[in-house]
């Protein structure tokens, strides 16, 4: 059973930066590529960046490129978020999910191990 933990969430005003992170545990970490994805009140999942087991492939929603930077720590078994220049419109609850393969996606059906989120929310 992989269980992961996001952390790191919080109030910031617009232009502000946070960072979240997800830990993960189980001894498959770095064979896996992990994503974020967040869900706004009334609106539906969206993906926000993936990256591969090996750190080295990266993929970000347009809303989010540019301002967002994923990465991972696999002797850590911990994926991180940077989200900097933030907006009010990425208030959201962000989950950490883990990829079923080493291929990026951004596809929630990739995806077969999910956190239990945590709330980010941008002031104006």
């Known amino acids: 059973q992989v269980q992961l933990v996001e952390s790191g969430g919080g109030l910031v005003q617009a232009g502000g930066s946070l960072r979240l992170s997800c830990a993960a545990s189980g001894r498959t970490f770095s064979s896996r590529a992990m994503g974020w994805f967040r869900q706004a009140p009334g609106k539906e999942h969206e993906f926000v960046a993936t990256?591969?087991?090996?750190?080295?492939?990266?993929l970000y929603a347009d809303s989010v490129k540019g301002r967002f930077t994923i990465s991972r720590d696999n002797a850590k078994n911990t994926v991180y978020l940077q989200m900097n220049s933030l907006k009010p419109e990425d208030t959201a609850v962000y989950y950490c999910?883990?990829?079923?393969?080493?291929?990026?996606?951004?596809?929630?059906?990739?995806?077969?191990?999910w956190g239990q989120g945590t709330q980010v929310t941008v002031s104006s």
């Open positions: 990256i591969s087991g090996s750190g080295v492939n990266t």
């Open positions: 999910a883990r990829a079923a393969t080493l291929l990026r996606s951004s596809s929630r059906d990739d995806y077969d191990y």
